[in-house]
């Protein structure tokens, strides 16, 4: 963990869990948010995920549109379990508008285009970490 100038260690403040099957969007997703305030988690497949959900709520998901033993629907069903469900993203090669409208209809936050493009990543999970958070406060209130 990178170490600030007074040596304390610093804490992320969202938790990201990248759901896909391709090693190359969670590296993509790293690069991009090359930054301290986010907690990179990744999973392979909706198994996985929901191990990961098991042990710690994410701040925000980026599921792939295809899974090895699923897709975005089976991990939407799962998230939907959850006391205060994080926001969820969908990422895919073939975003187009019907995916967008059909994710937007079941309650996801966003769908991104891959190849995943910087400035509209750190746009999209930016916003959906602030609106996942303060999503929680209004419900703990």
Request: glycine letters at 4%.
């Amino acid at each position: 963990m990178k170490k600030l100038s007074s040596d304390r260690p610093t804490q992320a403040k969202f938790t990201l869990l990248t759901i896909s099957a391709d090693v190359d969007d969670f590296r993509s997703i790293r690069h991009i948010l090359n930054s301290e305030k986010y907690a990179l988690r990744q999973a392979h497949s909706c198994r996985e995920a929901a191990a990961c959900l098991a042990q710690e709520r994410p701040s925000v998901i980026v599921c792939d549109h295809n899974l090895s033993d699923g897709s975005w629907r089976d991990i939407f069903a799962q998230v939907r379990e959850l006391h205060d469900p994080p926001p969820v993203i969908v990422i895919s090669r073939h975003a187009d508008e019907r995916l967008w409208a059909e994710v937007l209809n079941v309650g996801g936050y966003d769908v991104l285009a891959k190849p995943l493009e910087s400035l509209e990543v750190s746009r999209v999970l930016g916003s959906a970490c602030l609106s996942g958070q303060h999503h929680a406060i209004l419900q703990s209130a």
